[in-house]
């Protein structure tokens, strides 16, 4: 059985920084490509960021870029996003989700979610 697990949310000043982590099982981790994905108070979902397999390339939306990394580790089948630079509009819950492909935006399983709140 897939099983995408997040943590690491909370809550956090602007300008804070935060670790999520996915802990996946139930699949051949390194064989996917993985996002991040998040949906804030009242709004759509809204793609994140997304990496390759290999962790060769990485991709993320404008609205994150150069504040936001996305990593993975292989030998842990977890999958990281690293939020610097927080701001009250990066208040949502993100969820992680395995990729059809690296440049997919159809995801086929997705973990629970993690509360991310930015707030003073």
């Known amino acids: 059985e897939v099983q995408l697990v997040e943590s690491g949310g909370g809550l956090v000043q602007p300008g804070g920084s935060l670790r999520l982590s996915c802990a996946a099982s139930g699949f051949t981790f390194s064989d996917y490509a993985m996002a991040w994905v998040r949906q804030a108070p009242g709004k759509g979902l809204e793609w994140v960021s997304s990496?390759?397999?290999?962790?060769?390339?990485?991709r993320e939306s404008d609205s994150v870029k150069g504040r936001f990394t996305i990593s993975r580790d292989g030998t842990e089948n977890t999958l990281y996003l690293q939020l610097n630079s927080l701001n009250p509009d990066d208040t949502a819950v993100y969820f992680c989700a395995r990729a059809g492909s690296y440049y997919s935006t159809w995801f086929d399983y997705w973990g629970q979610g993690t509360q991310v709140t930015v707030s003073s």
């Open positions: 990496i390759n397999d290999r962790s060769s390339r990485h």
